[in-house]
């Protein structure tokens, strides 16, 4: 049976998200999450009877947790007690972004302009660091990390915010995203109710539509900068009001989303780079930026995750290369990266021996006298070669081989398997029967007859890519777990010898009194 699990679901990601909770915020927070990880959705008086915490703890620890955006919180409409309520939900995917902020920091580190690179970076972590936060909270922390005036500051935030790296915290007013139900789990209604779905489906659309409104106001810094019937006097008197709302009542965040999209623009980059070579990077980069710049966004004016840009004309990358690069990419180095491409792609003829192989590189890029990169595609092939290596660090060699002919050839029996990878009949079984107890394999009996005796069956083995990446993602949410459980246990067991580096560090111990080869032990086990 295939497993079948969203990328921040299921137990392993939420036992890792719990000790990420731990980890930053104490034990009173991961109490917290916990109960709403196992009960759902609650509100304060159901999560205080969970939790079976005090009242004031509860409500601290809760603030903490929304401060941080690990909790969202939302108006449930209809109650019991026929009054609005609070309602509280764990959000275990955007506790997970934890493990990535140091690397969404390198990445916009090179995406940023390299003119005041270092105070925006300083925003940056600020805000990844304090969670939600006004304009006025942002400067005042920036300040003492850097020379900069207030209002040049707040010119930096402005610009982040139209670069989309920062959004506003949504309301805690808005009501919750409507639950997804399964079509086989949906009740069949009478039709003498026709008129309850009636008003049922209006508070739906009602509802969809307060959040729709406020989705269109992530990246408004100022709230009156579409309205034409406004004359400019007025307009630049709101100017100054809508600056003091932004810096006094107005929260920001950090748009995770825009970050994750830059990661994975990083990644199909670092793709072409390794295989290709050349100015590839710099093509690819400036197609990107190109289509930055004439992309009308949707959805709130944020992308998708997995975005393919639009066609851009050869004129418009090599200007973008000029402005990110300084350099001036001619439309030679374009065709010579095509080339390159074609190249690379007709030295792996053999993944097509069966008639079904992976993209190759030259479908990135699509020309038809504009460019076009799709990133899915190359994020398709990075995740391909990324879980061959998985395979091969755990299983071996023979069964990266296996698994591949597997994905490329379809469904085999294990015969015909040892035969076409060149493996004794002992050893492919012993290969294929190690990745079906790991689930990157599935095997399937197909009978002769109806008693399914196993001397009259075929089985038959397949390689669903799909499947195995799920398999993967989960041995990594348990890798994490491990290595988070190890780094705890150390530091519990060392307590007495950080408290001694933590004087030392303050000036108010001599560093001749720490235990030398202690601390070196000390910082090889615990770095990650």
């Not at 034990?27 to 159901?46: F, I, N």
């Not at 003829?349 to 799709?374: D, Y």
């Not at 015909?416 to 050893?427: C, D, F, K, R, V």
Request: aromatic share 4%.
């Amino acid at each position: 049976m295939q497993t079948t699990i969203c990328p921040g679901k299921g137990p392993e990601a939420a036992t890792l998200g719990l000790k990420l909770v731990e980890w930053n915020f104490g034990p009173l927070c991961k109490r917290v999450v916990k109960s709403l990880v196992h009960h759902g959705r609650q509100s304060l008086k159901e999560l205080r009877s969970t939790s079976e915490l005090k009242k004031d703890a509860l409500q601290l620890a809760l603030m903490v947790l929304i401060q941080q955006n690990c909790v969202d919180v939302n108006v449930q409409p209809l109650s019991p007690s026929g009054k609005e309520e609070y309602t509280y939900e764990a959000n275990i995917p955007r506790i997970l972004q934890i493990i990535r902020i140091p690397l969404f920091l390198h990445i916009i580190d090179h995406v940023l302009p390299k003119e005041h690179r270092e105070v925006k970076k300083i925003v940056l972590q600020t805000l990844f660091h304090h969670g939600r936060m006004t304009v006025d909270q942002i400067v005042e922390h920036a300040l003492q990390s850097s020379s900069s005036t207030e209002d040049v500051l707040r010119d930096f935030i402005r610009d982040l915010v139209h670069r989309r790296l920062i959004e506003r915290a949504p309301l805690c007013s808005l009501p919750p995203a409507p639950d997804t139900v399964h079509v086989r789990a949906q009740k069949r209604r009478s039709a003498n109710r026709s008129h309850d779905d009636e008003e049922e489906g209006a508070n739906l659309i009602a509802r969809a539509r307060e959040r729709r409104n406020q989705s269109s106001l992530r990246f408004c810094w100022d709230m009156n900068e579409d309205d034409a019937s406004e004359s400019k006097r007025m307009k630049k008197k709101r100017k100054y009001e809508d600056m003091e709302n932004a810096s006094s009542a107005v929260l920001w965040r950090v748009n995770f989303e825009e970050c994750n999209r830059r990661l994975y623009n990083s990644l199909a980059i670092d793709l072409f780079e390794k295989h290709v070579g050349g100015a590839s990077r710099k093509v690819v980069e400036a197609i990107l930026y190109a289509d930055e710049q004439e992309a009308e966004l949707s959805d709130g004016g944020v992308a998708p995750i997995m975005h393919d840009s639009s066609f851009v004309s050869q004129q418009d990358v090599l200007k973008a290369s000029k402005e990110i690069h300084a350099v001036h990419l001619k439309a030679s180095d374009i065709k010579e990266v095509l080339e390159a491409c074609r190249d690379h792609d007709a030295g792996d003829a053999v993944l097509t021996a069966h008639g079904k192989s992976l993209p190759p590189l030259s479908s990135c890029i699509q020309t038809n006298g504009n460019i076009r990169f799709r990133t899915t595609e190359a994020l398709r092939i990075a995740r391909h070669l990324s879980l061959l290596a998985i395979i091969e660090q755990r299983f071996g060699s023979s069964a990266r081989r296996v698994w591949n002919m597997l994905y490329l050839g379809g469904q085999m029996e294990q015969k015909a398997i040892a035969t076409e990878s060149m493996l004794h009949n002992g050893e492919a079984r012993e290969v294929l029967y190690a990745m079906l107890r790991n689930g990157f394999v599935t095997l399937q009996d197909v009978p002769r007859n109806a008693d399914r005796a196993p001397s009259r069956t075929f089985y038959t083995w397949r390689a669903p890519l799909d499947m195995a990446t799920i398999r993967a993602t989960i041995m990594l949410y348990r890798t994490a777990n491990n290595l988070l459980s190890r780094m705890a246990h150390e530091t519990s067991t060392n307590s007495e010898l950080l408290r001694r580096v933590h004087l030392v560090n303050q000036g108010r111990m001599d560093a001749s009194q720490l235990n030398a080869s202690q601390l070196h032990k000390l910082k090889a086990t615990v770095r990650i």
